[in-house]
């Protein structure tokens, strides 16, 4: 059989990191089920040995790629909360900037969601978190979980439920595009920004649309 030629030839310099983007490339064009670690390894165009030695296991390949994702959901999050002082406007800002990162990254996504892949118990970062979103991207999940296992009430304007809400919500309407129901229904990823800002309280006005053309008799 012959050897299919690599998507980009590897030179030498950060192995990891071409794995790591060979990576992206491939689940946004086959999906998360094509990845294998010998894979990403012949698209790099390196020895069959050499990917193992930074990823022992496609479970390793995934868990990196699951940081990774998660570094660049948090620099989204933060870039559409820039300047902005109040925490709940931060909030919600950054829910749509959630919102629209999943819609156009569907496979990333589900890696980086996944607690498969990721500690939902940690509290540190990679990507520093604004003062009007502090304690909403960097210690929420450890706070909730002690919060609920303790049995204490749980009136629903305590902050951490009200944070539960938005989460949910921005949650639920990223799975609605990544797992294809939108796009069922006609709607694109193109319209993640305005359903966002819909769904987390902003009047959206109407946008034009080209009507469909007639068809021919």
Known sequence: MT???????????????????ASLELIREEGVDALTVAEVGRRV?????????????RQALLRALAEE?????????????QGSTDPGEAF????VAY????????????????PAHVDYTATSHEVDAPEALKGSMETFWPELAALVRSGAALPASHALVRQLQGRALA???ASLFVSGVFASLGITTADAERIARAVTG??????PRRSNPSRSR
């Open 69 to 81: 994702g998660n570094r660049r959901l948090g620099e989204a999050m933060v870039a559409a909360t």
């Open 3 to 21: 050897r299919k030629t690599p998507t980009r030839p590897y030179h030498h310099g950060d192995l990891k990191r071409a794995l790591l983007e």
């Open 45 to 57: 165009g390196v020895s069959s040995a050499a990917p193992y030695k930074h990823f022992a296991d």
């Open 99 to 114: 919102i629209r990162w999943a819609a156009e990254n569907p496979a990333l996504y589900r890696i980086a969601t996944d």
């Open 171 to 173: 949650q639920g309407v």
């Open 92 to 95: 919600r800002l950054s829910g």
């Open 202 to 207: 902003e009047d959206v006005p109407a946008t």
